[in-house]
């Protein structure tokens, strides 16, 4: 069958007359007239009784009609289709900080929904180089630059402060000789960032003593929580604790410091759409939050 001719019948019902069909088709009424004879031929049977007034449908015309009303549907439906997204599916592994430093579970939701075949797989580490090894897709990441083969989108800042648990600062003005703090560093083995937040409190003259250390931000935090001692902490995360208090050191400068926020993935999967989906649904919604923060 010549589907093309279904749509010269479909005009001349619709339209009413051969003339009126051609003229919606831009051809000439001969042209009509013959495609409707071949689809008739082809069907065997009489779709149209032709009258001077025009065409009217046949009994078995209309149940035509009707059926190729639902061709017409489905084909418009099949063309929709193809114009819209792909399906994403598989696994795509996102490697975050520890929920020490950022907790990104309350973003994740709406991806989640958006994109039901997609396995979302959350790593937590601090090191960027497992986008090098293609361990994961995309790294939420603190870094004052991304190394050469990453790209991506600097989401924002994160403000980290010195924090200490209500109880541990009550007990601390409760003592009679001067404050000695006692202070809990996370200590990051690859960049020996602890020696950084040693240096940052030294230079600020402030007396302390080392009470607690760990490789990894969350048991810094229940350190911190726990009464344990001093420690930094990103805002974002001890403001979620009514009972963490930012410390007010006496005749001192803010120990406050920024680190940038980057979203990351490897140059050579700029082109992967499930990446490229996650960084504008939730990458977008990060920068939103981190800005609304600042």
Not at 207 to 219: H, I, L, V
Not at 251 to 261: G, I, M, R, T
Request: aromatic share 8%; glycine share 4%.
């Amino acid at each position: 069958m010549n589907w093309n001719n279904l749509r010269f019948f479909l005009s001349v019902v619709q339209q009413g007359t051969v003339v009126a069909a051609a003229k919606d088709l831009s051809v000439t009424h001969s042209t009509v007239i013959r495609r409707i004879s071949q689809l008739e031929d082809e069907l065997g049977c009489k779709l149209f009784n032709r009258m001077q007034s025009g065409y009217t449908l046949t009994t078995i015309g209309k149940t035509v009609y009707e059926k190729t009303l639902k061709v017409e549907e489905s084909i418009h439906d099949l063309a929709l289709g193809a114009k819209e997204e792909p399906l994403l599916t598989g696994p795509l592994t996102i490697s975050v900080p520890d929920a020490g430093v950022f907790n990104l579970t309350p973003f994740l939701k709406p991806f989640v929904d958006a994109h039901p075949e997609i396995q979302l797989k959350i790593m937590s580490s601090m090191d960027t180089s497992n986008l090098n090894r293609m361990e994961a897709d995309i790294a939420l990441r603190l870094v004052r630059s991304p190394e050469a083969l990453l790209i991506g989108k600097q989401l924002g800042e994160i403000t980290f402060n010195a924090y200490a648990s209500r109880a541990y600062l009550e007990q601390l003005n409760s003592r009679s000789q001067p404050h000695v703090y006692d202070w809990v560093f996370w200590i990051d083995e690859s960049r020996k960032k602890a020696n950084k937040q040693v240096h940052r409190v030294n230079e600020h003259n402030i007396n302390f003593s080392t009470a607690f250390q760990s490789s990894s931000p969350s048991q810094v935090l229940s350190a911190i929580k726990s009464g344990i001692g001093v420690g930094f902490l990103a805002d974002n995360i001890a403001n979620e604790d009514t009972n963490l208090i930012k410390v007010d050191f006496p005749n001192q400068e803010n120990l406050s410091f920024n680190a940038p926020f980057w979203l990351l993935y490897h140059r050579d999967r700029k082109g992967d759409k499930k990446i490229q989906a996650f960084r504008k649904q939730v990458g977008e919604v990060l920068a939103d939050t981190l800005n609304s923060l600042a």
